[in-house]
């Protein structure tokens, strides 16, 4: 089946630095997603991603949809204490209103 | 308007009991769609649904587990017989029958089963 893998798996910065985090599959995705999960919540979505080469900011965010449509990375800037969570990719086929791939996750965690 | 509803948040069961997890999807929405999240895990698909139609069942194990979207009431996800390795969160995730993007799965806050 399709797999999403998410480097780094976790992370522990401070605050104000610069955060880097991707995703890779082995196969093609036609939509990427980023989603944060807090604990003991859902998912929620940050940035939604179209077209190959695509970069999207929203606020500290940055998200880039690789040129071959099978890698995403997410960039959060000038970290804050409630960025600290579960990042999860999540790619989606070709149809759309199907189910989610999701990748493994990357926990960030911030050292005030 | 209230996003996606799931009760109970938490259901601890014995094995060999049965388990009903439920979903309120948006107001409006009609595709509801049903994960299971183990720790440390990412989210894995289990079933999609359309009202009253299972559109997509390929990530739902073949014993023990339905799913339901009745025309009228919330969708219901069935364990039966449950073991220990159903213990995990399942989440519940809708989205509009005519989505301008596609990317509208709005999750819900989960169901956390715990099996005994």
């Known amino acids: 089946g399709q797999q999403l893998n998410q480097s780094p798996q976790s992370m522990f910065i401070q605050e104000g630095e610069d955060v880097s985090m991707n995703c890779t599959s082995s196969?093609?995705?036609?939509?990427w997603l980023w989603y944060k999960q807090d604990p003991g919540e859902g998912p929620v979505l940050l940035i939604a991603?179209?077209?190959?080469?695509e970069l999207t900011s929203n606020g500290r965010l940055t998200a880039q949809f690789g040129i071959t449509r099978k890698d995403s990375f997410l960039n959060i800037s000038a970290s804050i204490p409630s960025d600290v969570g579960i990042y999860f990719c999540?790619?989606?086929?070709?149809?759309?209103?199907?189910?989610?791939?999701f990748g493994t996750g990357t926990r960030l965690t911030i050292i005030p | 308007n209230a996003g996606v509803m799931q009760n109970p948040r938490h259901l601890v069961r014995r094995r060999g009991q049965e388990a009903r997890l439920r979903c309120s999807p948006m107001?409006?929405?009609?595709?509801v769609y049903w994960y299971r999240q183990l720790p440390e895990e990412g989210l894995k698909f289990m079933v999609y649904?359309?009202?009253?139609?299972?559109?997509?069942e390929s990530g739902m194990p073949k014993e023990r587990f339905s799913a339901e979207f009745p025309k009228e009431g919330p969708s219901i996800l069935r364990i039966q017989q449950v073991v220990r390795g159903d213990s995990a969160a399942y989440f519940c995730?809708?989205?509009?029958?005519?989505?301008?993007?596609?990317?509208?799965?709005?999750f819900g806050p989960g169901t956390r089963l715990l099996v005994l």
């Open positions: 991603l179209y077209k190959a080469g």
């Open positions: 107001k409006g929405h009609s595709h």
């Open positions: 999540a790619g989606l086929g070709a149809r759309g209103n199907e189910k989610l791939t």
């Open positions: 995730a809708s989205s509009p029958p005519r989505p301008a993007q596609i990317e509208t799965q709005y």
């Open positions: 196969s093609i995705f036609n939509t």
């Open positions: 649904l359309q009202k009253e139609n299972i559109i997509d």
